[in-house]
């Protein structure tokens, strides 16, 4: 596609109750990010892939957080037993190369609430 | 460690008032550092890079930025600001290693007719 797609857009979850976000990258897109944005707050770094491979993970909040991408393209992050700490948006972005210009293109994020 | 700071939580400029946005960097080497834009409810875009070489870089929508190096400052700058310039503006740095970048706090711009 042309942008980063990113879905859903919104998302209300119960305490406890698992979710998984999608992030459809610009295709061939080597390099795949994801962030967390606190209400108020710049992104914070979580996960980085280079094709299917996960080369950084050191974002990551906790062990209930979990990033794939198998096939090098499409990502889902999953978040399981949510808590009210993780309320917050998730950004997806992605790059053509795999070091270099960090010119990423960003998708709109996914809006998690959990209540 | 790296880090960058945005000292404004907020401004406000008058519509076509001149702009300027402070991001101050902490790092021993030359920093890659970045501007980005978000506007409510959406990503964010990337509106100009600076790698090396000339201070002085040119962005997308009008925007430029001023590397000094004496003062750790990264100053995104407009001439004359339009109403659709309202939004969240990110300065961003890449961690020493790897490939993930260290976004400052934000300063969010009110633009006022």
């Known amino acids: 596609g042309a942008g980063v797609s990113q879905s859903p857009r919104y998302k209300v979850a119960k305490r406890g109750q698992d979710v998984a976000l999608r992030c459809d990258p610009i295709s061939g897109h080597v390099s795949l990010f994801w962030y967390q944005q606190a209400l108020g707050q710049g992104p914070e770094f979580l996960t980085y892939?280079?094709?299917?491979?996960?080369?950084?993970k050191s974002g990551l909040p906790s062990d209930r957080f979990f990033a794939e991408r198998p096939e090098g393209s499409v990502s889902t992050l999953k978040i399981q037993r949510t808590q009210q700490e993780d309320s917050a948006v998730y950004l997806c972005a992605s790059s053509p190369r795999d070091r270099g210009d960090y010119g990423y293109t960003f998708g709109s994020g996914t809006r998690l609430t959990v209540v | 460690a790296q880090s960058v700071t945005q000292p404004d939580i907020h401004i406000t400029v008058s519509e076509g008032a001149s702009l300027e946005l402070r991001c101050n960097y902490s790092y021993g080497a030359t920093p890659y550092l970045f501007w980005y834009v978000q506007s409510p409810g959406q990503g964010l875009q990337l509106l100009l890079k600076y790698f090396s070489g000339d201070t002085l870089v040119q962005g997308i929508k009008g925007f430029e930025a001023e590397f000094k190096r004496s003062q750790s400052s990264f100053k995104l700058r407009k001439p004359s600001v339009h109403w659709s310039d309202a939004a969240e503006y990110f300065c961003a740095s890449p961690r020493e290693y790897g490939n993930k970048l260290v976004f400052g706090a934000g300063t969010i711009l009110r633009v006022k007719s």
């Open positions: 892939f280079q094709n299917e491979a996960q080369l950084d």
